[in-house]
């Protein structure tokens, strides 16, 4: 029975599963956390690893193993395998104005033909996050630095390199032995998937010069082995990784509902969304995964809970005690900005009152509502760049609730799966070294219910609940028509 291990170096923890090949059960798992903080020393990612790995019973009987990581994180060497100085993480929000910057350059002034620019040439329109920006940030802020950089990496690259046995002081000929996959690069700003190559030009005019990059692996290649012969894979971006532990598909939409909320899906061909919304990332299987971002999701349904004095399981239950539609209550649930649609200084609204329809069950329904409708203004952006919904696959600490897969099946009005519980972002990290070790992927059995669409009667269909919010967003945001 070969044994393969995923593992998932998140913003939070760093996660190891070690899972049978074959049938991916699982088999043995570890944890550590990684200290808080948008701006973090890669040794505490590699500490966390070892401990982690540790209370997974090691990788010595492990016949390969991969790495999802934190996409973006700016992880940068000098000549000797020495951190230039602390990472630079895809939350650190410093590096804003750089990425306007960067748009404004690329159109002559005009930030609308920048913004062409830069989703045809990497499917992306710069923004805080991306590793470009934060490279133009260290040589206009920290020019010394700068200067020493020798090569720059993603945290997943960073701690595949590590495992392979390079590190501190291996030397400037370890850097070449940096490597990554296509859908973590693809989230950098100065690489083309469509082109698979790195983008010298973008590298000039952030970094000031053009460091040594990592190799870009196909997904079933492998470029390194531990120093006790387990084959290290390409591993991937953690929403990459994700896909590929929910089994998905081309046709098939992923819904996370965490603090914040992401859609994506499996693509043929990249996006190249000039408005910024959808990101033209690539997956882990040698397609594309446009994405999109919502900064409110269960956070939401948290507040409402407390407002209401009951919990989430509560709040899902005063939710289908009311109809589709809430009796005409409407949550706009920009409590924190928004930025699909692109509202940054916007903020939450009800609307609809009147002294019939303000009832706990009605607010505890609009509230699951509003965040389901922005998450479909997001399906709307992939939709528009030519993704075709067959599926909705509902992952996240916020799909375990009944009332939510309910509310999303009849809003989207699509059949939705919803896989068990699970660290989804190493189990796609354990199925690529699966891929890795038997030279194809092998779709494990995934362990999901389905929720179909709502068949009893309403007093509003669910596609009146989408359009009435649509209105109301419109109307509360002129910007929008």
Same mark, same amino acid.
């Given at each position: 029975m070969p044994l393969v291990a995923g593992i998932d170096s998140s913003t939070q923890s760093c996660k190891v599963l070690?899972?049978? @090949?074959?049938?991916?059960?699982?088999?043995?798992? *570890? &944890? /550590?956390?990684? !200290? $808080?903080?948008?701006e973090i020393h890669p040794e505490h990612w590699w500490s966390a690893f070892q401990e982690a790995t540790a209370a997974a019973g090691g990788l010595d009987d492990v016949a390969a193993v991969s790495i999802a990581g934190q996409q973006h994180g700016m992880v940068c060497l000098d000549s000797s395998g020495?951190?230039?100085? !602390? @990472?630079l993480l895809w939350d650190d929000t410093r590096t804003a104005n750089d990425a306007r910057e960067l748009i404004l350059e690329a159109g002559d002034g005009d930030f609308e033909a920048g913004a062409h620019h830069w989703a045809r040439t990497t499917g992306t329109v710069p923004? @805080?996050?991306?590793?470009?920006? &934060?490279?133009r940030w260290l040589a206009r802020h920290e020019p010394e630095n700068a200067r020493r950089v020798a090569a720059v990496c993603l945290p997943h690259d960073w701690l595949s390199w590590r495992l392979a046995g390079y590190g501190p002081g291996s030397g400037p000929r370890s850097?070449? &032995? +940096?490597?990554?996959?296509? $859908?973590?690069? $693809?989230?950098t700003g100065y690489f083309s998937a469509s082109r698979g190559a790195y983008l010298a030009d973008v590298l000039e005019r952030t970094l000031g010069h053009v460091p040594s990059l990592p190799t870009v692996l196909a997904p079933l290649e492998f470029m390194g082995e531990t120093p006790a012969g387990t084959l290290i894979g390409p591993g991937a971006g953690d929403n990459a990784a994700a896909a590929l532990g929910v089994n998905a598909a081309v046709g098939d939409v992923v819904i996370s509902l965490g603090t914040s909320g992401t859609v994506f899906a499996v693509s043929e061909v990249q996006a190249a969304d000039a408005s910024g919304l959808v990101a033209g990332f690539a997956d882990a299987t040698g397609k594309y995964l446009p994405l999109v971002c919502t900064l409110n999701a269960t956070t939401v349904f948290d507040v409402t809970a407390q407002l209401l004095g009951t919990d989430l399981p509560g709040l899902g239950e005063l @939710? +289908?005690? /009311?109809?589709? *539609?809430?009796?005409?209550?409407? +949550?706009? !649930?920009?409590?924190? *900005?928004?930025?699909? !649609?692109?509202?940054p200084d916007a903020t939450a609204s009800l609307h609809g009152m009147t002294l019939g329809n303000y009832t706990p069950a009605n607010l505890a329904r609009a509230s699951i509502e509003a965040i389901i409708c922005s998450l479909a203004d997001g399906l709307a952006a992939l939709e528009a760049q030519g993704v075709t919904a067959r599926k909705i696959i509902l992952v996240g600490g916020g799909a375990k609730s009944p009332a939510v897969q309910q509310i999303t099946a009849d809003v989207l009005g699509l059949s939705v799966i919803v896989p068990a519980l699970s660290e989804y972002v190493a189990d796609g990290a354990a199925r690529q070294a699966a891929a890795v070790l038997r030279r194809?992927?092998?779709?494990?059995? +995934?362990?999901? &219910?389905?929720?179909?669409?709502?068949t009893c009667g309403t007093v509003q269909t669910p596609s009146n609940v989408l359009a009435r919010y649509r209105e109301q967003t419109k109307a509360s945001y002129p910007s929008l028509r």
């Amino acid at each position: 029975m070969p044994l393969v291990a995923g593992i998932d170096s998140s913003t939070q923890s760093c996660k190891v599963l070690v899972k049978d @090949a074959i049938t991916g059960r699982l088999v043995r798992h *570890g &944890k /550590a956390s990684h !200290p $808080s903080g948008s701006e973090i020393h890669p040794e505490h990612w590699w500490s966390a690893f070892q401990e982690a790995t540790a209370a997974a019973g090691g990788l010595d009987d492990v016949a390969a193993v991969s790495i999802a990581g934190q996409q973006h994180g700016m992880v940068c060497l000098d000549s000797s395998g020495d951190v230039v100085r !602390p @990472a630079l993480l895809w939350d650190d929000t410093r590096t804003a104005n750089d990425a306007r910057e960067l748009i404004l350059e690329a159109g002559d002034g005009d930030f609308e033909a920048g913004a062409h620019h830069w989703a045809r040439t990497t499917g992306t329109v710069p923004v @805080a996050s991306l590793t470009a920006t &934060k490279l133009r940030w260290l040589a206009r802020h920290e020019p010394e630095n700068a200067r020493r950089v020798a090569a720059v990496c993603l945290p997943h690259d960073w701690l595949s390199w590590r495992l392979a046995g390079y590190g501190p002081g291996s030397g400037p000929r370890s850097l070449e &032995k +940096l490597y990554t996959d296509r $859908s973590d690069a $693809s989230g950098t700003g100065y690489f083309s998937a469509s082109r698979g190559a790195y983008l010298a030009d973008v590298l000039e005019r952030t970094l000031g010069h053009v460091p040594s990059l990592p190799t870009v692996l196909a997904p079933l290649e492998f470029m390194g082995e531990t120093p006790a012969g387990t084959l290290i894979g390409p591993g991937a971006g953690d929403n990459a990784a994700a896909a590929l532990g929910v089994n998905a598909a081309v046709g098939d939409v992923v819904i996370s509902l965490g603090t914040s909320g992401t859609v994506f899906a499996v693509s043929e061909v990249q996006a190249a969304d000039a408005s910024g919304l959808v990101a033209g990332f690539a997956d882990a299987t040698g397609k594309y995964l446009p994405l999109v971002c919502t900064l409110n999701a269960t956070t939401v349904f948290d507040v409402t809970a407390q407002l209401l004095g009951t919990d989430l399981p509560g709040l899902g239950e005063l @939710a +289908l005690s /009311a109809p589709a *539609g809430s009796h005409g209550l409407t +949550l706009i !649930p920009y409590f924190e *900005g928004e930025r699909t !649609p692109n509202l940054p200084d916007a903020t939450a609204s009800l609307h609809g009152m009147t002294l019939g329809n303000y009832t706990p069950a009605n607010l505890a329904r609009a509230s699951i509502e509003a965040i389901i409708c922005s998450l479909a203004d997001g399906l709307a952006a992939l939709e528009a760049q030519g993704v075709t919904a067959r599926k909705i696959i509902l992952v996240g600490g916020g799909a375990k609730s009944p009332a939510v897969q309910q509310i999303t099946a009849d809003v989207l009005g699509l059949s939705v799966i919803v896989p068990a519980l699970s660290e989804y972002v190493a189990d796609g990290a354990a199925r690529q070294a699966a891929a890795v070790l038997r030279r194809q992927f092998i779709e494990w059995p +995934l362990d999901a &219910k389905q929720v179909m669409l709502s068949t009893c009667g309403t007093v509003q269909t669910p596609s009146n609940v989408l359009a009435r919010y649509r209105e109301q967003t419109k109307a509360s945001y002129p910007s929008l028509r």
